[in-house]
């Protein structure tokens, strides 16, 4: 429970604008929110809680990869696909894990270039 309240209490950097990002095993996502311990996506294929990824930060933002885990997922909607198909659209929770010092010095400098004010504009990011 200790753990869950310290995650609650990570500042989260709301990003202005869309910030896109790829996931692994490639899906690609919008970075919603981003935190040292973690981040909220929203992304078109489901992500089960408890998989392992990988998140790709843009070169805008400095091209950092970082292991993550998913923690939730829901469905916020859908949307139709340029072939006229309804998809289902999801949120995620993901939570960051092993991260070295110089992956945290990393992710501490794009979150500093994406508080408000701090520039990046569009950008794609990987799962």
Same mark, same amino acid.
């Given at each position: 429970?200790?753990?869950?309240?310290?995650?609650?209490?990570?500042?989260?950097?709301?990003?202005?604008?869309?910030?896109?990002?790829?996931?692994?095993?490639?899906?690609?996502?919008?970075?919603?929110?981003?935190?040292?311990?973690?981040?909220?996506? &929203?992304? =078109?294929?489901?992500?089960?809680? $408890? %998989?392992?990824?990988?998140?790709?930060?843009?070169?805008?933002?400095?091209? *950092? @990869?970082?292991?993550?885990?998913?923690?939730?997922?829901?469905?916020?909607?859908?949307?139709?696909?340029?072939?006229? &198909?309804? =998809?289902?659209?999801?949120?995620? $929770? %993901?939570?960051?894990?092993?991260?070295?010092?110089?992956?945290?010095?990393? *992710? @501490?400098?794009?979150?500093?270039?994406?508080?408000?004010?701090?520039?990046?504009?569009?950008?794609?990011?990987?799962?």
């Amino acid at each position: 429970m200790d753990e869950l309240l310290q995650r609650r209490q990570t500042v989260r950097i709301p990003i202005v604008g869309r910030l896109a990002a790829r996931a692994r095993p490639s899906l690609d996502v919008q970075l919603l929110d981003l935190s040292l311990a973690g981040a909220r996506i &929203e992304h =078109l294929d489901l992500l089960r809680p $408890g %998989l392992r990824c990988t998140l790709e930060f843009p070169v805008a933002t400095g091209s *950092l @990869v970082v292991s993550a885990r998913v923690v939730w997922s829901n469905v916020i909607g859908t949307e139709q696909s340029p072939a006229g &198909e309804r =998809l289902l659209r999801y949120q995620s $929770g %993901l939570e960051f894990v092993g991260l070295t010092a110089k992956q945290q010095a990393a *992710l @501490v400098s794009i979150l500093e270039r994406l508080t408000p004010g701090g520039g990046v504009g569009d950008a794609r990011l990987s799962l």
